[in-house]
């Protein structure tokens, strides 16, 4: 059984930083894609970024220079480093992982592509 568990949100001031943590079971990082997405309230969920098994990162242009994704096969962890954060980052941020090895260009964004999704961790960034 394929789990997902996000953790290392919270409340953050503008220019604040927070790394996310999703440690997965089940399932392992050769297996495809993985990646991170969030929802702020009264939008819809959007993509933050992804890394593929060879270890090729897919970014937002709304994060690009801001926020890194990184991976430990080891611990089976995937990593989401949020720095600069600014207000319109409050949202629950979850991870997704898929079989398809494919997340290069804007495949990566299409979430019917993830076939498990954690619980999501909520950061909060206050002005």
């Known amino acids: 059984q394929v789990q997902l568990v996000e953790s290392g949100g919270g409340s953050v001031q503008a220019g604040g930083s927070l790394r996310l943590s999703c440690v997965v079971f089940?399932?392992?990082?050769?297996?495809?894609?993985i990646g991170w997405f969030r929802q702020a309230p009264g939008k819809e969920r959007a993509g933050v970024g992804s890394?593929?098994?060879?270890?090729?990162?897919s970014v937002a242009d709304s994060v690009k220079g801001r926020f890194t994704i990184s991976k430990d096969n080891a611990k089976n962890t995937l990593y989401l480093q949020m720095n600069s954060l600014k207000p319109e980052g409050t949202a629950m941020y979850y991870c997704?992982?898929?079989?398809?090895?494919?997340?290069?260009?804007?495949?990566?964004?299409?979430?019917?592509?993830?076939?498990?999704w954690g619980q999501g961790t909520q950061v909060t960034v206050s002005s």
């Open positions: 890394i593929n098994s060879a270890g090729r990162i």
């Open positions: 089940g399932y392992t990082f050769s297996n495809g894609c």
């Open positions: 997704a992982a898929s079989y398809d090895y494919r997340c290069g260009g804007s495949r990566w964004l299409d979430e019917d592509m993830y076939r498990y």
